[in-house]
C-alpha cells in the first residue's frame, strides 16, 4: 500500500515525500530479502540466495534506490539554490 501510495505522490510531482516513501519502501524490501535469507523467519527456513525472482527485485529495488537518491539529491541542491537567490 506504500509502493501505492509513494507512486501517486511521485507522479503527482510531489518529489519531497512521494520520493521518500517510495525509498523507505524500497529499503526496507531490500532489507527484507537479507533478513529472510540469513536469520530466516519465523518458523521457517532461510531462502534460497539466487533465486530468480528474488535477485530481479534486488536490482529493481536497488535501481529506484540509486534514482531516489539523485532525485531527492537533486531537490535538495535546487532548494538551497532558491534560498540563495531569492
Keep these: 500500500m506504500a509502493a501505492v501510495i509513494a507512486a501517486l505522490g511521485s507522479y503527482r510531482g510531489e518529489r519531497g515525500w512521494g520520493w521518500t516513501l517510495g525509498l523507505l519502501v524500497a529499503v526496507g524490501a531490500i532489507i527484507g530479502y537479507i ?4 536469520l530466516g523467519l519465523p518458523r521457517l527456513e532461510p531462502d534460497k540466495w539466487l533465486e530468480p525472482l528474488g535477485v530481479l527485485s ?6 529506484f534506490t540509486l534514482m531516489a537518491s539523485y532525485v531527492l539529491r537533486t531537490k535538495t541542491a535546487q532548494s538551497r539554490l532558491s534560498q540563495l537567490n531569492p
Design 35 to 38: 533478513y529472510s535469507r540469513t
Design 58 to 63: 534486488l536490482v529493481v529495488e536497488g535501481l
